[in-house]
């Protein structure tokens, strides 16, 4: 706790003193520029990840970057997040970042269910779509070729999930609205995004800008 408010008072002292404007600013309003959806591993920080300032990022955060489908009624405030993102800041991108090494997943894919947690259980039954597809279709590969398989299929159905959600539906129908599905690889500090004219996940450095618009556009 000694080096939370120690970080506190450098950030009071410096930080914020140089930054003072900015700050001022957002005191009356925020116009984030995407909606990013990550877990709630204390490896991914999403501000650092993409170098955004205050007010850039609209953040979701949760064990497994899971959407639930809308009406699934898990009480977890993810639609009301995703609805508030869209409708009142009027988003246009949202983007849904797994990573490797999820302690989630690995739970997720693993023969025991976690022990003495219920309530991980229970959210963990959010994501069994991607249980499935891993038990069925990848059963023989090996233990972290499966856990890297599940991490990125968990991701892509969180955009089918997202596009179950009223707000999403209609801006995706209106051309205002993109999705984009990224892996963040904690051990070399790459993001790969899913490209869906190739259909697989490329690095980000290689895809370029174009890659970030290739995903879940309305048709």
């Not at 892509?156 to 707000?167: C, G, I, S, Y």
């Not at 690889?185 to 490209?195: A, T």
């Not at 690095?203 to 048709?219: K, Q, S, T």
Request: hydrophobic share 40%; proline share 5%.
């Amino acid at each position: 706790m000694k080096k939370l408010v120690t970080g506190f008072q450098r950030f009071r002292d410096h930080v914020f003193e140089e930054h003072r404007t900015l700050f001022e600013q957002l005191a009356s309003g925020q116009t984030p520029q995407a909606l990013f959806i990550g877990c709630s591993d204390s490896r991914l920080v999403p501000a650092l990840l993409t170098q955004s300032r205050p007010g850039d990022l609209f953040v979701l955060r949760n064990a497994g970057n899971l959407v639930p489908p809308y009406g699934a009624g898990h009480g977890g405030g993810e639609a009301a997040t995703i609805e508030y993102a869209i409708e009142a800041l009027g988003v246009e991108h949202v983007v849904v970042c797994g990573h490797s090494h999820c302690g989630a997943m690995k739970a997720l894919i693993s023969p025991e269910p976690p022990e003495g947690m219920p309530e991980v259980r229970s959210w963990l039954a959010q994501a069994e779509a991607t249980r499935r597809l891993v038990a069925r279709c990848y059963s023989d590969r090996e233990p972290m070729e499966r856990l890297n398989v599940a991490i990125q299929e968990n991701v892509l159905q969180q955009l089918v999930n997202l596009r179950t959600h009223p707000a999403v539906a209609a801006r995706l129908a209106e051309g205002r609205l993109q999705l984009h599905a990224w892996v963040y690889k904690l051990e070399s500090g790459e993001i790969f995004v899913h490209d869906e004219t190739v259909g697989q996940f490329r690095a980000l450095h290689e895809a370029g800008l174009d890659g970030l618009g290739r995903e879940e556009r309305a048709p």
